[in-house]
């Protein structure tokens, strides 16, 4: 019986070994075709990969080539054209004004709360393959306002009592619905030493102005940074921002009796910045001097300079400050404005200093929910020369003039939901007690020169706004304003600001 066992066992196993061996070659068969496979597709991959490098070598060398004829067209360089287009970097691309290199020390001041910008839409290929496409790559942003007010007075009839009409953007404006101010801004790097950036107002009157227009370093070492062209002057707090970031619809008073609504010299700015933990910046300005309260003098060199120096800091975790003096001297030749349907004008010299502050105070930092800013400046001017009664007629009669004019603005705005504010501001202007040789000498009488009498005017303004994101803003805002002896203009505005495409971050 154990014989037969060991027999069939050993039958079995002689048939199995067969089977056995066939399923092994099966195998290693299938798992040959899957490395040959594999290699097919390593092989046909590596071609693959070599053929696009060969392309974009390709591309490379035909947009090399094509700058090389540009600059030899346009009378330049092409290495400087190369060496622009190289340079122009992400944030060329995505539209950022670049700022001149300063130092990192300066960054810790006024972190508390800074407006967030606007996210930047980058036009650049994937991986910058294309650098040719950035030969002329500006950002562009627009912004579009409009407003519907109601004015219990009539507008054409307001002034500011006691001080000279500036001819600038004094008042509230017209009733009933307006366009408002739009503008359109386009700004890029020009090369690694250079940026540029224009601004075109464009008003409800279908009248286009340049707002700005100035080229500014981006290379110079040690804090320094040097503007030139057309500018808002860095002068005070608001006269730096453009009108559409104002928390208010309008400018206080005081911006609109001492500087025209907003001061914007043709010249030129140097600024630095101090290698500080503290933020301290001190600059000057040297302009034509043909911006109010100067005027257009037909004279070479600078006729007007301004110096000012701002510092700032945090206050812990969720406050900040920053503080500022500004002096501005210009000077006015023959500066005419209309009194009774007579025009008179002034030449002499113009001073005014500027004190301004802020604080802004967000939890631990973070403004997104709620935050609070409180904001003020506070003027005064001097001005010394001739005033010219009724020029260019029988009775023109020339005196001394002499005026000591002050005033200022208090705001304060909280933001009390992520996308709701509410506002109080309050204006005053004290036009002092000019001395006037006409009426003085007993020539003229106030009466010939009403606006000029004294009165301290003032206004109350409330407003709220609601802001979907940071491209978008509505807004309402009530006032009283009491500008004149005996009357009292109660307004209501309605705002809206939008902003189309990428927008630089705001100032703090």
Known sequence: MLKHSVLAAA????????????????????LAAIRAEIREMKAAYEARL????????????????????LATISGGAPSAVAAASATSGAGAQAGALATPATPTAAAPAVTAYVEPPAAPASTASAGGANPASNLFNPNISMILGGTLQNLKQDPSQYRLQGFAPSGGEVGPGKRGFNLGESELTMAANIDPQ??????????????VSVEEAFIQTRAMENGLNIKAGRFLSSIGYLNAQHAHTWDFVDAPLAYQAFLGGQYKPDGVQAKWLAPLDQFLEIGAEAGSGAAFPGNDRNKNGAGAVSVFAHIGDDIGASSSYRAGLSYLHTAAEKRAYEDEGLTNNFSGNSNTWIADAIYKWAPNGNPTNTNFKLQGEY?????????????????????????VQSGWYLQGVYQFMPTWRAGLRYDRLSSGSPRIGLIDSGALAWANLPILQAYNPKRTSFMVDYSPSEFSRLRLQLARDQSRPGVTDNQIFLQYIMSLGTHAAHSF
């Open 11 to 30: 039958l079995s196993a002689a048939v199995a070994a067969p089977q056995a061996y066939a399923a092994d070659k099966k195998e290693q068969k299938e």
């Open 50 to 69: 070599q053929a696009m490098e060969q392309r974009l070598q390709q591309a490379q060398s035909d947009s090399a080539a094509a700058k090389a004829q």
């Open 194 to 207: 250079f940026a540029g950036q224009l601004t075109f107002s464009l008003s409800g009157e279908n009248e």
């Open 379 to 403: 003027f005064r001017r001097k001005e010394t020369g001739t005033l010219n009664y009724a020029v260019d007629t029988d009775a023109a009669a020339s005196g001394d003039y002499r005026s």
